[in-house]
């Protein structure tokens, strides 16, 4: 009856998580694609004197290819490409054109798969022998939906499961041996165990539809499953319904103990971690075995310091319980809590550059919050710690509250961190809209950039006179350039509000310079210049 009640109160605390986490999931903003377009060849808006061989776009991490990944279409619809290939360690998509172009306007489409999981698309154009017109804008990354919330929450689910079945081990093994033959630990191990498995295969399951862009239908039809085995979530996925196979027989049997048990245990809870840390940023980027190894210290300093607390608070505290080894748990919980706080000042150091990103971002903010909730549990454990330490015995009643709030606390934290890794990390993210100003004929030209991130950006121009106000232009044209880049045109178009607008691909961050070329009605044509920041 009562393990009864414990599956069923860890069922209720795992609902409520995964609506947390869902909710948390579809309040981000929609930049969910987190692989960033770099540079393409040829760049958006170039005219061309002779026909390219084959389109390429650069990512600032490696991609996989989805359905359907790339198309080259003539202004006619007719398409002129091949397969494409990923070269430069999967973080350039090469697309093969069919025989010499013929002169004309060409719009480049890409829908690609970044290193976490989300699908990302947008397209340039390019003109042989002829002007492209304007710069398209790139196409939007898809809005995310149901799927997408799944597919994030999951993550949810696996961060809980190890919780309760490498943390929760974790606590009886080293503190409280004599409690694991209890029910109650018995359920929490194979609750743990059950949230493994429903994580690991809602990610399966959802991640090639994504990429396919099927939906929930594609579930079924196991749409995209090509690309999620060559995606490092899908192998990790793989790797982790093998492991958690393996852990099924250290459930139900002790026939390894001692020394070999733990040698064998600490192999397996290791690898599982691995195989979470894996999927998700960590794996993206520099550094990444480095990166990979501080989520797994993250990962198991998390798991070790809740799996605590929930044995603490189910188990040695609770009316049947005997409260016994509660300095060593406080001394345990201390040393998980200094493996969090170091290897999340690495992985936040990795993520949020530049520093401002920290307030600008949706990734920085949501950091914050963590941060300080983090902070609150920290407090709720130092007034446990002293109940603990106190002269006097502890109170057991004051002392189950006390964790019972620092518990509830680092649940909200594991939330929190579920919708974190969802999002876009600030690195990529960053790029604040900036307006800067370049004299013009006795008035000012006033250009706005948003976002300045590399990448796709719109650059809106508005010419002013003496007095502030709009005066008649004729044509507005733009050149972007640095010292890694000889120029970028930019072609504008006029806009019904009197200002012009156009977009460009920024390939690398650093100064740019923009030059403005622009013809006044009736007082001729002039030059102007300004430079700005691109992240």
Same mark, same amino acid.
């Given at each position: 009856?009562?393990?009864?009640?414990?599956?069923?109160?860890?069922?209720?605390?795992?609902? &409520?998580?995964?609506?947390?986490?869902?909710?948390?999931?579809?309040?981000?903003?929609?930049?969910?694609?987190?692989?960033?377009?770099?540079?393409?060849?040829?760049?958006?808006?170039?005219?061309?004197?002779?026909?390219?061989?084959?389109?390429?776009?650069?990512?600032?991490?490696?991609?996989?290819?989805?359905?359907?990944?790339?198309?080259?279409?003539?202004?006619?619809?007719?398409?002129?490409?091949?397969?494409?290939?990923? /070269?430069?360690?999967?973080? !350039?998509?090469?697309?093969?054109?069919?025989?010499?172009?013929?002169?004309?306007?060409? !719009?480049?489409?890409?829908?690609?798969?970044?290193?976490?999981?989300?699908?990302?698309? $947008?397209?340039?154009?390019?003109?042989?022998?002829?002007?492209?017109?304007? &710069?398209?804008?790139? /196409?939007?990354?898809?809005?995310?939906?149901?799927?997408?919330?799944?597919?994030?929450?999951?993550?949810?689910?696996?961060?809980?499961?190890?919780?309760?079945?490498?943390?929760?081990?974790?606590?009886?093994?080293?503190?409280?041996?004599?409690?694991?033959?209890?029910?109650?630990?018995?359920?929490?191990?194979?609750?743990?165990?059950?949230?493994?498995?429903?994580?690991?295969?809602?990610?399966?399951?959802?991640?090639?539809?994504?990429?396919?862009?099927?939906?929930?239908?594609?579930?079924?039809?196991?749409?995209?499953?090509?690309?999620?085995?060559?995606?490092?979530?899908?192998?990790?996925?793989?790797?982790?319904?093998?492991?958690?196979?393996?852990?099924?027989?250290?459930?139900?049997?002790?026939?390894?103990?001692?020394?070999?048990?733990?040698?064998?245990?600490?192999?397996?809870?290791?690898?599982?971690?691995?195989?979470? &840390?894996?999927?998700?940023?960590?794996?993206? $980027?520099?550094?990444?075995?480095?990166?990979?190894?501080?989520?797994?210290?993250?990962?198991? &300093?998390?798991?070790?310091?809740?799996?605590?607390?929930?044995?603490?608070?189910?188990?040695?505290?609770?009316?049947?319980?005997?409260?016994?080894?509660?300095?060593?748990?406080?001394?345990?919980?201390?040393?998980?809590?200094?493996?969090?706080?170091?290897?999340?000042?690495?992985?936040?150091?990795?993520?949020?550059?530049?520093?401002?990103?920290?307030? !600008?971002?949706?990734?920085?903010?949501?950091? /914050?919050?963590?941060?300080?909730?983090?902070?609150?549990?920290?407090?709720?454990?130092?007034?446990?710690?002293?109940?603990?330490?106190?002269?006097?015995?502890?109170?057991?009643?004051?002392?189950?509250?006390?964790?019972?709030?620092?518990?509830?606390?680092?649940?909200?934290?594991? $939330?929190? !961190?579920?919708?974190?890794?969802?999002?876009?990390?600030?690195?990529?993210?960053?790029?604040?809209?900036?307006?800067?100003?370049?004299?013009?004929?006795?008035?000012?030209?006033?250009?706005?950039?948003?976002?300045?991130?590399?990448?796709?950006?719109?650059?809106?121009?508005?010419?002013?006179?003496?007095?502030?106000?709009?005066?008649?232009?004729?044509?507005?044209?733009?050149?972007?350039?640095?010292?890694?880049?000889?120029?970028?045109?930019?072609?504008?178009?006029?806009?019904?509000?009197?200002?012009?607008?156009?977009?460009?691909?920024?390939?690398?961050?650093?100064?740019?310079?923009?030059?403005?070329?622009?013809?006044?009605?009736?007082?001729?044509?002039?030059?102007?210049?300004?430079?700005?920041?691109?992240?």
């Amino acid at each position: 009856m009562r393990t009864g009640r414990i599956l069923r109160r860890g069922g209720r605390i795992a609902a &409520a998580l995964f609506v947390v986490v869902a909710v948390a999931s579809s309040a981000t903003t929609p930049a969910w694609a987190h692989a960033v377009l770099t540079s393409s060849a040829p760049y958006d808006g170039q005219r061309l004197i002779g026909a390219p061989v084959e389109v390429r776009f650069t990512f600032d991490e490696p991609v996989n290819l989805a359905d359907d990944a790339t198309a080259v279409l003539t202004d006619s619809g007719g398409r002129v490409d091949g397969a494409p290939t990923l /070269v430069d360690g999967g973080t !350039t998509v090469v697309v093969p054109l069919s025989g010499a172009l013929a002169d004309g306007a060409y !719009t480049a489409s890409y829908r690609v798969v970044s290193a976490d999981g989300h699908v990302v698309s $947008g397209a340039i154009r390019f003109g042989v022998n002829a002007d492209p017109s304007a &710069a398209a804008a790139a /196409v939007a990354s898809p809005q995310p939906t149901s799927l997408d919330v799944a597919n994030d929450a999951a993550k949810g689910l696996l961060f809980l499961g190890a919780v309760l079945l490498l943390g929760v081990g974790v606590a009886v093994r080293t503190l409280w041996p004599a409690a694991s033959g209890s029910p109650r630990v018995r359920a929490l191990l194979l609750a743990g165990w059950g949230l493994l498995v429903a994580g690991t295969f809602v990610r399966l399951a959802t991640s090639g539809p994504l990429a396919a862009g099927t939906g929930w239908a594609g579930v079924l039809q196991f749409s995209g499953a090509a690309t999620t085995l060559h995606e490092m979530s899908g192998a990790a996925g793989l790797v982790r319904l093998a492991l958690l196979a393996a852990v099924v027989p250290r459930l139900r049997s002790t026939v390894l103990s001692g020394r070999v048990g733990n040698v064998v245990d600490g192999l397996l809870a290791t690898l599982l971690l691995t195989s979470i &840390a894996a999927d998700g940023h960590a794996a993206a $980027g520099s550094d990444a075995a480095l990166a990979v190894a501080s989520a797994v210290v993250h990962l198991a &300093a998390m798991s070790v310091w809740l799996g605590c607390l929930l044995a603490l608070l189910l188990v040695v505290l609770a009316p049947d319980g005997t409260a016994d080894r509660l300095g060593p748990w406080s001394l345990v919980a201390y040393g998980a809590v200094c493996l969090l706080v170091l290897s999340g000042e690495y992985q936040a150091w990795r993520q949020i550059q530049p520093l401002d990103s920290l307030l !600008t971002t949706t990734y920085g903010q949501v950091l /914050v919050i963590k941060l300080a909730l983090v902070a609150g549990a920290l407090g709720l454990a130092w007034v446990s710690r002293r109940a603990i330490t106190g002269s006097l015995p502890p109170d057991r009643r004051r002392l189950r509250a006390g964790v019972l709030a620092e518990t509830m606390v680092v649940l909200i934290v594991v $939330g929190v !961190t579920t919708a974190l890794v969802s999002l876009p990390p600030a690195r990529t993210d960053y790029g604040p809209p900036v307006t800067v100003t370049a004299p013009l004929h006795g008035g000012t030209a006033q250009i706005t950039v948003d976002p300045t991130r590399t990448g796709v950006q719109g650059i809106t121009v508005r010419i002013l006179g003496a007095d502030s106000r709009p005066v008649a232009v004729t044509s507005v044209s733009a050149r972007l350039s640095s010292e890694a880049v000889a120029g970028l045109e930019v072609a504008l178009d006029a806009q019904p509000d009197g200002s012009w607008w156009g977009s460009a691909v920024v390939p690398v961050p650093g100064e740019w310079t923009l030059t403005l070329t622009v013809a006044l009605s009736g007082a001729g044509t002039y030059t102007t210049q300004t430079a700005y920041r691109s992240w």
